[in-house]
């Protein structure tokens, strides 16, 4: 019996040590106290990021954001946070769908990064929540707003309207496809003329140098010697030259091919 007793003695002083140390954990994983001040109408917390050792101040959105987009957004600040949850003032974790602006309004609340814990203060005055129950207004109207203007849609027919515009208009393109159909064949029968003309009168320049070369030719190795013709193939030659320059001073264009044959479908068009 006396052994029985000894033994339960002892499992219970190990049992307290157990929870002594478990309280005095708790104790060191709580942090100082994080406040939460108003800048520009929007809601501003400081959180200490565990890897960088550093302070990064985030915004809340209270009505567009919700507590699991908050929780996301810490994550990403930090590689090292594994776990973002927030708790109420008694210990219940708080729902991540829940809104920004309800977990405002309901007031203090904890903040668990890893295996921190911190208290959250949120700022209990009455000007505040007035500013964001006004934000909330502010939106109900809008929506409010927005569904008198779809009843005013309805209501003056602006549907029909745009289908009998839109009508018109198409009535009207048919129309200008139509006139300008035939315009269109014809500057295709134009540009096709131009090619043409262009194009032969390449040819006919192909033709009057060879017959230049071949007249040349048979004047220097025939006719007569090259010591006589020399003279007249330089003069040939520059002739050729001014009449490059006078094409260029004439169209203000390199003698070009491409240029040249552009600039002899120009000259057809505007005859």
């Known amino acids: 019996?006396?052994?029985r007793w000894y033994s339960i003695t002892g499992l219970?002083?190990?049992?307290?040590?157990?929870?002594?140390?478990?309280?005095?954990?708790?104790?060191?994983?709580t942090r100082a106290n994080l406040h939460i001040c108003y800048q520009n109408g929007?809601?501003?917390?400081?959180?200490?990021?565990?890897?960088?050792?550093?302070?990064?101040?985030?915004?809340?959105?209270?009505?567009?954001?919700?507590?699991?987009?908050?929780?996301?957004?810490?994550?990403?600040?930090?590689?090292?946070?594994?776990?973002?949850?927030?708790?109420?003032?008694?210990?219940?974790?708080?729902?991540?769908?829940?809104?920004?602006?309800h977990l405002l309004l309901r007031g203090n609340f904890k903040l668990r990064?890893?295996?921190?814990i911190y208290t959250v203060e949120v700022p209990s005055s009455i000007d505040t929540i007035a500013d964001i129950k006004t934000d909330s207004d502010a939106v109900q109207k809008l929506d409010e707003l927005r569904s008198t203007l779809a009843s005013l849609y309805a209501i003056m027919n602006v549907e029909e309207y745009?289908?009998?515009?839109?009508?018109?208009?198409?009535?009207?393109?048919?129309?200008?496809?139509?006139?300008l159909k035939p315009l269109i064949q014809a500057k295709f029968e134009i540009d096709e003329f131009c090619r043409k003309r262009a194009q032969r009168i390449l040819w006919l320049i192909l033709a009057a140098m060879g017959f230049q070369a071949g007249f040349l030719a048979r004047l220097t190795w025939w006719e007569y010697s090259w010591d006589i013709m020399e003279p007249i193939t330089y003069f040939a030659t520059h002739a050729t030259l001014i009449a490059s320059f006078t094409y260029y001073l004439y169209?203000?264009?390199?003698?070009?091919?491409?240029?040249?044959k552009d600039s002899s479908a120009m000259l057809a068009t505007s005859e």
């Open 1 to 3: 019996m006396r052994w």
């Open 12 to 29: 219970l002083r190990q049992q307290q040590h157990l929870q002594h140390q478990l309280r005095r954990c708790s104790n060191d994983t």
């Open 42 to 101: 929007l809601p501003m917390i400081e959180i200490p990021l565990p890897s960088r050792r550093e302070m990064c101040q985030f915004t809340l959105k209270p009505i567009s954001d919700t507590i699991a987009r908050f929780c996301k957004n810490i994550e990403c600040e930090d590689k090292g946070i594994e776990i973002v949850y927030i708790y109420s003032t008694s210990g219940n974790r708080i729902a991540g769908s829940t809104s920004v602006q």
């Open 113 to 116: 990064i890893n295996d921190f």
């Open 162 to 179: 745009k289908a009998f515009r839109e009508r018109v208009l198409m009535e009207e393109y048919e129309n200008v496809k139509a006139e």
């Open 251 to 260: 169209t203000n264009q390199v003698h070009l091919l491409i240029l040249f």
